[in-house]
């Protein structure tokens, strides 16, 4: 029940207990002494008086106040203890004061003051509040699956929407058949799979996948998220289960979607932070009910995850989520074809080509596409332009990636300049070395809210593996900017802390992970639960002794420090670019591709392809040991052995 639901019917409820109390309440009369109440008497103030078990009340000819100023007509005297006035009756009878005794409270009566308010309450309540819930309403609603039915005309999604996914798609028209032609299936003896997990990291389209098979089909599709079954109190997410069920039978052939199965399919004793008997429960009855599901009926079960690794082993065996579909980040063709969905319902100009859009944009997955195509055309509504441009998706696409510019960002100019020389640094040794991507962009526009500067480096194709050259070049590019600086200004900034990290993870995944290290051979050192689709470490448990751990330690020190040597000597051979690059960037702050190159290929020699640039450092003379050449032929690069 929506929060606006609640507003009429507890108004009423709060109004019609104010009309109770001023109805039933009486007012407070003034309590004086018993010496008080002789004087008023004797003065001839009081009007009449009420005797009663320790208690006169009475009331007065013209109201008084008491101590806190509040007035009243009406006296309270409290008798209890004092002995019998006598002369009370007679001293009334003179003064003309109308005088009665009380009557004992009527049991009923008062009842009846206490009940009648409590039963109006409760009556509201339950005709207002638990009748609108519908049937089950009240405390039962808590055992009831929170399951969102939609209708096949409500869906308005099929595979003509899901672009990008064509192997998914593929595998889920076989359910899509099941669903419409049971009996092919069944005539043979065969039998659907049971449930079906969709895997792959956020945003791949995992959701619009499940809600693609129920509009094909045309079935009604009960949607959920796996934290609806769990609450704070013990058995509701079981009975949550059992009930979406036999919702499920009742309206089959229809599709259950659970998203995020993880939050209650995690594996049992792992010992994760937050795992608890409910939510155990909770597993154990959704693993019985899938069990003792017969699929013929023609319900299909679906669940998405991008944490497929915690998930529980007796989820993901034969009878129960016996079929995976990897949803996975889409290649070049995959986001052009994304990039078309989403552009429909857009004005674009009528010479952007999405192809190269869609080359730009290297891991993107579809929300990070529709997010893209969106970001554009609210751009182009703030700018006045009539359609998306391609500068618009470029500009788009470097404030997703980026973060949005910060123009009003005051900087000293030695602060800029030293920013300025510590980009080109990193695109100067992206241009020279071999593996690199090559370099789209030099901005010290600062973004984001750390980021004073930027170098946009765009991949040519989807790249899947990288060589150990390749990750040298990497870790020689990232050192670009901080060496610039040592060399330019004869000491280091702090604005080289992301680099420095990103240096140290790739040398060490290097020697760790990658078996690249010659002095610690073809072996992997380290044990790790990483997942394969978000890239976190879940837990890490060594198996090295700590001689080896010391051995590691001076392998990335190693590389990282041959990598220095290699920078330090490819910006002093070309101290003259760095200086022309610097200069154009502070003046126009902002350098493209074509700008970039006109100032390197004057004087920059590239380095050839497939020389490993870290292994040609001679270890004793801290000098490039071989003559590399430009890829176009031009003479080696001078100093360079």
């Not at 078990?53 to 509040?70: C, Y």
């Not at 939609?150 to 672009?163: G, Q």
């Not at 190269?356 to 997010?371: H, K, M, Q, R």
């Not at 100019?413 to 593996?435: D, Q």
């Amino acid at each position: 029940m929506k929060w606006s639901n609640w507003i009429l019917p507890v108004g009423l409820l709060v109004l019609a207990v104010l009309l109770i109390q001023a109805t039933l309440m009486e007012p407070r009369p003034i309590q004086v002494t018993y010496s008080e109440f002789r004087k008023l008497l004797d003065a001839g103030s009081v009007q009449s008086v009420v005797t009663g078990q320790g208690v006169f009340t009475g009331n007065l000819k013209e109201s008084i106040a008491d101590t806190s100023g509040r007035r009243s007509r009406q006296f309270s005297v409290d008798v209890n203890g004092l002995p019998r006035d006598t002369d009370l009756v007679r001293l009334c009878l003179e003064k003309n004061v109308d005088i009665k005794g009380s009557p004992d409270p009527n049991p009923f009566s008062v009842m009846l003051v206490w009940l009648l308010p409590t039963a109006i309450v409760v009556a509201l309540l339950y005709f207002l509040v638990f009748r609108r819930m519908g049937p089950g309403g009240g405390a039962m609603m808590f055992g009831r699956s929170k399951a969102k039915l939609y209708a096949h005309e409500d869906l308005n999604v099929s595979f003509d929407d899901v672009a990008g996914l064509e192997e998914a798609v593929d595998e889920l028209r076989e359910v899509v058949d099941f669903l419409k032609n049971p009996e092919k299936y069944q005539a043979v003896g065969g039998r659907i799979p049971k449930g079906v997990m969709l895997v792959g990291p956020p945003g791949t389209g995992k959701t619009l996948l499940a809600r693609a098979v129920a509009g094909e089909a045309g079935v009604p599709f009960f949607g959920l998220s796996g934290s609806d079954f769990v609450e704070m109190f013990v058995g509701v997410g079981a009975a949550r289960v059992r009930d979406l069920f036999a919702q499920a039978e009742q309206r089959a052939p229809c599709i259950i979607f659970i998203d995020e199965l993880d939050a209650i399919g995690k594996s049992r004793g792992s010992g994760f932070v937050g795992g608890h008997d409910e939510r155990e429960q909770t597993l154990n009855q959704l693993l019985v009910e899938m069990d003792g599901f017969d699929s013929n009926r023609g319900v299909i079960i679906m669940a998405a995850t991008n944490r497929p690794e915690i998930l529980d082993a007796a989820l993901l065996r034969p009878g129960r989520f016996d079929r995976t579909v990897v949803v996975d980040r889409p290649d070049v063709n995959g986001r052009e074809a994304i990039l078309q969905v989403h552009a429909r319902n857009v004005k674009v100009a009528e010479d952007l080509n999405l192809r190269e859009i869609a080359s730009l944009t290297p891991g993107f997955v579809g929300a990070d596409l529709a997010n893209l195509i969106n970001e554009a055309a609210l751009l182009a509504g703030r700018k006045g332009f009539p359609h998306v441009t391609r500068h618009l998706l470029e500009e788009a696409i470097e404030r997703s990636m980026a973060g949005l510019e910060r123009k009003q960002r005051v900087m000293m100019p030695e602060e800029k300049r030293r920013i300025a020389y510590h980009e080109c640094g990193h695109a100067i040794v992206a241009f020279l070395l071999p593996g690199s991507d090559p370099v789209h962009k030099i901005s010290i526009v600062p973004r984001g809210i750390g980021a004073l500067g930027y170098t946009l480096q765009r991949p040519l194709d989807d790249r899947y593996l990288a060589t150990q050259s390749e990750l040298e070049s990497r870790i020689c590019t990232l050192l670009g900017g901080i060496t610039a600086e040592e060399i330019v200004f004869s000491e280091t900034s702090t604005g080289a802390q992301n680099d420095l990290q990103r240096v140290a993870s790739i040398a060490r995944s290097m020697v760790k992970d990658f078996g690249m290290s010659p002095e610690l051979g073809r072996l992997q050192y380290r044990d790790s639960q990483d997942s394969a689709f978000l890239g976190t470490s879940l837990g890490a448990t060594r198996e090295y002794s700590e001689t080896t751990a010391r051995e590691i330690d001076m392998e990335v020190r190693r590389i990282v420090d041959q990598a220095q040597v290699l920078v330090r000597n490819i910006l002093n051979q070309h101290r003259p670019s760095l200086e022309k690059l610097a200069e154009r960037l502070l003046e126009k702050e902002v350098l493209d591709a074509t700008e970039f190159k006109e100032v390197m290929e004057a004087s920059s020699p590239r380095l050839v392809p497939g020389t490993s640039p870290i292994r040609t450092i001679d270890p004793k003379t801290n000098d490039v040991d071989t003559g590399p050449t430009r890829v176009d032929g031009a003479p080696p690069i001078p100093g360079a052995g």
